[in-house]
């Protein structure tokens, strides 16, 4: 029995020396790692992850795999995003509708929010300004529309599922060089990316790195023809898609130019991977040339430059691509025919997803119609995937 209290006793004393040492070593900055299990990558599974930048504004945790280990991303193009008003006119209709919504500026996405939401990338044409700059430059004082909105507006996008936005307009310098460095200085603020003529906008998306191209072409084509190309070749060389978006045709015009279709196949041929286009405030048929879907016209989207446009009828265009062992391929498309506003008699700002099978029936057959006059018209315009 004495010779085992001994050992125990020792026993105590080794422990608490190790331990004494230990402590000490931890006191001097000193750690013995023991050894580990080694883990190999791909014993590591995908887990669940909110990824950044995408559906972040809902808080929504979604896996970035499908079932298949596949990537897919859905990604939204709309036409014209235009709020505020005219700093040269009393009337202003859009902040008008602000006060009778009672004051909440996301009025506007309402019925379009979960919609923007659901998917991975909205881009808009954003065409206006956000400022409280009164400053209009000696080109643009006999301008029939001026647009400027408070630089707080910019949550109409950042809490509505809009990431993106296209700053190649006709209006985006109605309040001058001062204004448009705001207004970019604002989107970047809010976590919303833009691209121009000379910035590309880059966005990563569970894990594919995709760039945005975009050109005013209305009066520019001449010096396009060769940076267009160019520009797209050294994007595909940095990054996994590009994105055109373009600036162009006629307003009111249900059909594309010469030049829209010449250029439109030409950011095909040259490497981009989808084309949106816009200005013509009126809905274009898609045309699938070369792998590649061209949109010559998206229409308006949320357009406040009117209180009530002739034609109010429009559609989002969502398309998505699926990555694969590396490979990327397009997965079709699918339409959203919406109607600008909420209402039938006036223009409420509010775009709206149609019911109405009347309706929808129309839009098709317009896209239709004059998809007839293109070789690479798509031949069906789904509303589902």
Known sequence: MRKITTWLLILCLLLASVSTLAEEAWEDGLVIEEEEEEILFEDILPTEVVEEGTNAQSGTVKSMYEEDGSVLITISGTGDFTIGGDSRKRADIFNDELVKQGGDINFTMRNMRDILLDDDLTIVNFEGTLTESKYIPASKQKNQFLFSAPPSYVTMLSENGVEAAALENNHIMDHGEEAYEETKATLRDAGIV????????????????????????????????????????????????????FHWGNEKDYFPTQNQIRMGRLAADSGADLVLGHHSHRINPIEYYNGVYICYSLGNFCFAGNSKPSDMLSYVFQTRFRVRDGEISNEGFRIIPIRISSRKDRNDFIPTPLTDTNT????????????????????SYPLEW
Do not use: F, H
């Open 360 to 379: 929808i029936d129309s839009l098709l057959s317009t896209l239709k119609s004059n998809g007839r006059k293109l070789n690479y018209a798509v031949e």
């Open 194 to 245: 833009y691209s121009n003529s000379t910035e590309v906008g880059v966005i990563e998306v569970k894990g594919v790195r995709i760039a945005m191209l975009t050109y005013l072409c209305i009066d520019r084509y001449e010096t396009l023809w060769d940076k267009v190309p160019a520009d797209i070749k050294k994007a595909k060389d940095q990054y996994d898609l590009v994105i055109c978006s």
